[in-house]
């Protein structure tokens, strides 16, 4: 059997998104540089429903979170066969 993951695009966010992985200390990192890089606190934006649909704050979202979740994944998942997005998941 073969592993794929496949990414969301813009539309998918929700104000939960990044709870699931907000404890996993390798996700977290990616979050914060992040969010460093790009000068945005997403995590506050989250809370504020309407922002997370504002396409300068959701692509970033969307790619970060993709991103962290892979990374917390990563050391206990089989080696993937393919990696697929839509939209913006196309660039996680």
């Known amino acids: 059997m073969s592993l794929a993951l496949l990414y969301s695009g813009q539309g998918a966010q929700y104000p939960a998104m990044l709870d699931l992985i907000a404890d996993h200390p390798a996700a977290a990192e990616v979050i914060k540089a992040g969010e460093e890089a790009i000068g945005l606190h ?3 934006s989250l809370v504020q429903r309407d922002e997370i649909f504002r396409k ?21 998942t089989r080696k993937p066969a393919a990696f697929c997005g839509y939209s913006v998941g196309e660039l996680a």
């Not at 790619?63 to 994944?73: D, E, S």
């Open 42 to 44: 997403l995590r506050a």
């Open 56 to 76: 300068p704050i959701a692509q970033p979202l969307i790619c970060l979170a993709q991103l962290a979740l892979w990374t917390a994944l990563r050391p206990n």
